[in-house]
């Protein structure tokens, strides 16, 4: 090995510093609150205990997780079957047009993120556009009650997340080079089986990486449920949010709070295993 | 090189992904300045900053909810005195003590009875000094000597709240008269709540004839099982702006704070608030100075101008809360919402239960996932 290669680089001093300071050192503290004990008022008691980890798997917060899951795996589903088939058009535009339409799509991320949610609601509640334009068509009576249900809540996630998943796939699809599929067909391949055995395949990365991307946030995203579903769902980061500030127990929050880096840690490994990538490099 | 290129990769990542999944509470609780540049007096006083003849320096350090003490108010006190407002606001209460406690640096803090009360507890507050406090008088004796100061020694009480149902008579085709109408099939699918676990499991503990501060495992199961055959009736739960289901016909009957319940009737009339027959919840949002305050002495001089009679009416005006100063009510101009005295005699503070919390929040928690 060479021995200038193993030398410390100095460079990289304040970008460690930066790493304990403001992640090793939060996340030692995390741990190490979600064995403590919540105090009778306020703060918590320097005793060693499981009771945090042990009230998690009661049915209560099993079913908060399975919830939690279960909502981000459609979101990342839904979006994949939105998001690819757009990148892919996309990809096939004139340079200039494929530039607009990209930054069309990133354009909305220049508003935040909770007024798009509440322009939402303006579409969805019952004298809201769409409820109002569906009576004065006649195709209805009544309001419909579109809003405050889970498909509501669905709804805005596809929309906040669509375009990462969008951007990852694009980038797959962009680099894919065009006579590889020319290849398939004029070696016999129909059109499916040219997509299925060499498009999809080439752009996995992209296709992974966008997933990971869209579903790691969409655990997390609780203000989307609280707004569009009417808080009646509950969701692993409500549930952090409540027991840190409501329950004023941190040590529950805490390990809450593990559980959900850890759940995010298997993800990123089912990604690095399906995509044969060893960093994270393809996801940026 | 290459594993710190990883690690680098991994952290722009997560950054990313916390950027985009942490956009909601931050903007609530930064700070702003308010005061200093209305007109060309204050300016020219807010940019003298030596101290006062008590040594202490031109500054106020307030904290609490965003636009709780309104603007104008805030304006007049600094155009009076010369003393610059840092307006800091917290979302919640607990976010308040976390803050406070960490050494955060406050002078004057408005925040709810519970709170103050562990507050207190944690040794926090500063004995208040009546004799900088002129107008001290000026506070109705009804709204003191409460659980959190039961001397008076350290709090203002600034403004106090009950929550109570308000409902569309145009959707009701019955008259609602408390809590146990809401468990009415009528009501499918039509109700909005606030999404506070204390505030609905207590209700639902006044329709059982319990105290909304009931820490018996027992009671709570009981009234866990009650609350879960409410769940077909809420259409949404909403702790900020219930009223904007109410006036978008959402919702056919709410139960919400003072504030809210004002604010929907000054936008329909028609909407008719019922005092619940069970009994009421009752708060106060009370002012108090930190123990390490470092300008005590603005922050009394502040308690007292906002005691005067006709400052006080003219903030209860804005906020629509119920006053806590005798001296307001000759100058009140917004009587919308009057509480008759024995309503208010029979409500019962919500205090804090202590690790009966955990149970309230976990039947919050089930109650949301049935």
Known sequence: MNKRQNRFPAAAVPFLLWTVVFVAIPLIYILCMSFLKRAQTWGVVAEFSFDSYARMVTPTYLKVYAQSMWLAVLTTLFTLLIGYPFSYFVSRLSERRRSLVLLLVVVPFWTNSLVRIYGWMILLRSQGVINTLLIALGVIETPLKLLYNFGAVLVGMIYALLPFMILSTYSAIEKLDPSLVEAARDLGAGRWRAFWTVTVPMTRAGIMAGCVLVFIPSVGLFFISDLLGGAKTMLLGNLIKNELLTARDWPMGAALSVVMMAMTLLVIGIYQKCSGERGLEGIL | ?370
């Open chain 2, 1 to 370: 090189m290459k594993q710190i290129k990883r690690i680098f990769t991994a952290l722009l990542a997560a950054c990313t992904l916390a950027a985009a999944s942490g956009c909601n509470g931050d903007s609530a609780s930064s700070s702003q300045i308010i005061g200093g540049a209305d007109g060309p007096t204050s300016i020219v006083l807010t940019n003298d900053p030596r101290p006062a003849e008590g040594g202490e320096e031109k500054v106020l350090n307030i904290f609490t909810w965003a636009t709780y003490f309104p603007d104008d108010i805030l304006a007049e006190f600094t155009e009076q005195t010369g003393i610059k407002i840092n307006y800091s606001n917290f979302s919640s209460n607990e976010e308040m003590l976390m803050k406070l406690e960490a050494g955060g640096e406050y002078d004057l803090v408005l925040a709810s009875d519970y709170i103050i009360d562990i507050a207190r507890g944690e040794n926090l507050l500063a004995q208040l000094d009546q004799s900088k406090i002129p107008n001290f008088g000026n506070i109705n004796p009804a709204f003191q000597g409460k659980f959190y100061d039961p001397e008076n020694q350290y709090t203002v009480p600034y403004a106090a709240g009950i929550p109570l149902l308000i409902y569309n008579p145009d959707m009701v085709d019955f008259e609602v008269k408390g809590f146990e109408d809401l468990w009415n099939p009528a009501f499918a699918d039509s109700i909005v709540v606030m999404d506070d676990a204390r505030n609905v499991i207590g209700l639902t503990l006044k329709t059982l004839g319990k105290s909304l501060n009931e820490t018996d495992p027992a009671v709570l199961d009981q009234a866990k099982e009650k609350l879960f055959s409410l769940k077909p009736n809420i259409r949404a739960l909403d702790y900020d702006s219930p009223y904007n289901l109410m006036l978008s016909g959402e919702t056919a009957i709410g139960y919400m704070f003072t504030s809210q319940i004002i604010t929907a009737l000054n936008e329909n009339p028609n909407l008719k608030v019922v005092f619940p027959e069970e009994g009421l919840g009752f708060g106060i949002d009370s002012c108090f100075i930190p123990a390490q305050a470092p300008h005590p002495d603005n922050a009394h001089q502040f308690l007292d101008f906002i005691l005067d009679g006709q400052r006080s009416a003219h903030i209860t005006d804005q906020i629509y809360y119920i006053s806590c100063n005798s001296a307001a009510s000759e100058y009140l101009e917004n009587q919308a919402l009057v509480i008759p005295d024995e309503a208010i005699e029979g409500a019962e503070f919500m205090q804090d239960v202590g690790s009966a919390t955990q149970t309230y929040n976990d039947i919050w928690a089930e109650f949301k996932l049935q």
